[in-house]
Structures are given as structure tokens and as C-alpha cells.
């Protein structure tokens, strides 16, 4: 079976899923393939901080109604380290600026409730998707779907299929340069149902391994554990997770409140970058062609900012054929892409215990970067305007 579409968009993550009802806003229409069914791409626990240009972006799509009853807005975050806590009040020291806390799963579950109202196609559950003829001026996305091998004709495809996807790898040899950087560790996450133990949320340094206090409503809590990279969840009981957590965040008169663990995964932590984040009629975006370490809470925000800038570019080639904007995707997207990296990446280097710190010069260094950010206000307020998304 053969069809025609504007933009054939590989993945129904968050990428993906803006991207489509940011075109279908503007009259242009596309097909959505997602390899995984709506269940499970609607439970998938990932991430929880938006910043305050992705909840604009959302509610100007008209998608942010239940993020903007249900979303929590925080004005700082808790940095713990020696057992005392060190309040980073982002509002103070950015002017105002604040985080929301939203779950990504809900996002998603918003983005496919608006996409299914437009009678826009949304396939799930497709099987190996092969894109091809990016270099021609009718690439196509071939597939199978319900036992049938489908062919999808566009004008252009969106690789927005994260970073396990196909379409990266579609693009010849010699293309991509790729960054790379796999770090020593990974984070080992819960979903608990239980009421936060904070009000903010908690990125504490110790000398066991960081761990992570952050919540997705006023009865449950999400927290993490800097662990092995490749640690099998089995090795971790619910009993050993708490026992963990209750010996990294011990803080005098405070206490971590324990709750049925209804989720567990772990992530691997890994800085990537492949560029151009384009190839002919092939744009890629989100974790399907960057990926930060979890630390800076940059990775739904970066997607949701590559398909604002790629919509942009395809309105503006579709009204007049002028390419110029689709042109400059890549080069606009990557000054943000590697901005956030070294965010990310020095959240990273200042909160995880480093596994090959023998004489424990790094924790030394780690501990003096620390009192340096919560005693200068002008430390202080580089890592606030990094993290609410500031940029100059
Ligand atoms: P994805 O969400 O990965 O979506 C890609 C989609 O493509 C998926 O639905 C996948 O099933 C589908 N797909 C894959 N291959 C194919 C194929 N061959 N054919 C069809 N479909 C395919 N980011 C933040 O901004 N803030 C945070 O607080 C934060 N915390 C995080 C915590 C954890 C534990 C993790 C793991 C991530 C976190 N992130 C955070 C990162 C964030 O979750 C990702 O950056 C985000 O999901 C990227 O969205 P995406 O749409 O690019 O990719
Ligand atoms: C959450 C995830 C992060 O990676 C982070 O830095 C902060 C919070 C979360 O899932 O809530």
C-alpha cells in the first residue's frame, strides 16, 4: 500500500508528538510512526522538570490545560552535601524564573489525546521502518503495519525516533561527526507511592554516590541513586534501595519517607552529540541525535526546542518553498545542544562520586565547587540560569 504525506515523523516520544501538532496548527499535514503501542509509550517514567519554554510552548499549543492544574511550580532546588542542606532560589537570582514538575509520561498522554482529536494518522506498533531516498526530493519511509508492508511518500522525514532509533543510522557513512562521552555510572530510578519528603526537589552529593529527591504529585515521589551502569535491577531489592537512599540523604531533622516502589529502571549516563543534525530531506531531533546525562534535566527540553525550530523551517518551505530557515536548522539548534551538554555534563562531574577516585582528590574538588556554589551568589546564579533555561 502506498501513501503520500507533507512530513513523515519517525517516533511518538515527546518529539515527535510536538512536532505533529506543531505542523498540523499550521495546516500541514504529516503521518506518525511509532514502533512501540500507546500504552506503553503513554507509562514510560523518564523525565519530570519542564522549563518554563516548554510549558509556554505547550499551553500555547493549546496542549498545557492539565500541565497548567496539575503541573507544581518551583521557585529552587536543594543542593545537600556534608549532611546540610543549601537552598538554590532560582526565582531570587533569574528574575522570577521557575521549573514545573511534570511528569514526561503525561506530557505524552496529553500530546496523543490532541493528536488523535485532529484525525491526523498516529500509527502504532509499526515494525521496521526504513527510511530512504533522503537525498532525492521524495524520500520515503518504508514499513510494515498490521501484517502489511506500507509505503509512506513525503516531502520530508523526522527522525524523532530517540536515540535507540533507526533513522540516525540511515544516513550514509561520513555524514555524522559524533561526540561521545559514556560516564562510569548510571542512575537507578523509583516511582514511590508515597508523598514527598521535601517540597523541592533534592540533588545530593555523598560519598556513597549521588542520589536524587524529586516528586510527580503531592503523592508520589520519584527519586534516583547514582549506581553501576549496567547494574541489573535485580541486585536491587526494594529493601536495599531504601537503606541506600535513607544513608545518602540523612540530613539532621530531616527524614525520607518510604512507600510502596510501584517502578524501577536503570539509565545509563551518556553525553552524545552527532553533526549536522540534518542530511537532505532528513532532520533529526531530540534523543535521536543528543543525548545529556539526566543531571541537568535538560533532554525533553532540548527535543521540544529542535522540533519548535524544525517547525518553523517546514512552514516556512511549505508557504513559499523558501528553504532558508531549513537550511540554518542544524546551526541554530546545536548552539543550545551544546550549551546544555556542558550544563549537564557539569552537574554531572560535581555530584557523582568519580568510581577511579583513589586518593579522593575529585571529592575534595567536588566539595570545594560546592561551598563555592552556595556561598557566591554569582556561582550560585550561573547553575539557577542554566537550569530554569536561561540563556544570553
Ligand atoms: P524519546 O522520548 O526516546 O521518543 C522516541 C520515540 O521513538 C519512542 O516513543 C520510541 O518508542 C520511538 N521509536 C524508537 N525507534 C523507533 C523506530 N525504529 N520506529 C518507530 N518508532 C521508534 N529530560 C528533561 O528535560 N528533564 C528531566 O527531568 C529528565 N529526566 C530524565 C530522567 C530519566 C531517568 C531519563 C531516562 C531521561 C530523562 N530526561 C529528562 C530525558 C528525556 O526523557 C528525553 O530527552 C526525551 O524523552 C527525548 O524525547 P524524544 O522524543 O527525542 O525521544
Ligand atoms: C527528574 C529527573 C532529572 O533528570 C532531574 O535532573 C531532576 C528531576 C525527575 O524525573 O523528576
Redesign the pocket.
Known sequence: MSERTQVGI????????VLGHLLHLRGIDSVI????DRDY?EK?V?????EQGTVDLLTEMGVGGRLQREGLVHHGVELRFDRRGHRIPFDELTGGCGITIYG?QEVVKDLIAARLETGRPLLFE?DD?RPEGLDTDRPTLR?RHGGDERELRCDFIAG???????CRDAVPDGVLTRHERAYPFG?L?ILAEVAPSSEELIYCHHDRGFALHSMRSPELTRL?LQCEPDEPIESWPDERIWEELHARFESEGWALKEGPIVEK?V?PMRSFVAEPMQHGRLFL????VH??P?TG???????VADVRVLADGLSRWFSNQDDTLLRSYSEQCLGRVWHAQYFAWWMTQLLHRMPDDGDGFQTKLQRAQLSHVVSSRAAATALAENYVGLRR
Do not use: M, S
Open positions: 519517525v517516533g511518538a516520544g515527546p518529539a515527535g508528538l510512526l511509532e514502533d512501540r509509550v514510560r523518564r523525565a519530570g522538570v519542564l514526561q509499526v521502518v514499513f524523532c525516533d530517540g536515540f535507540h532509533g533507526v542512575w530510578g534516583y529502571g539509565t531531533a531530540g534523543d535521536a543525548i545529556v539526566a534535566a535538560k533532554g525533553l527540553n532540548l527535543a
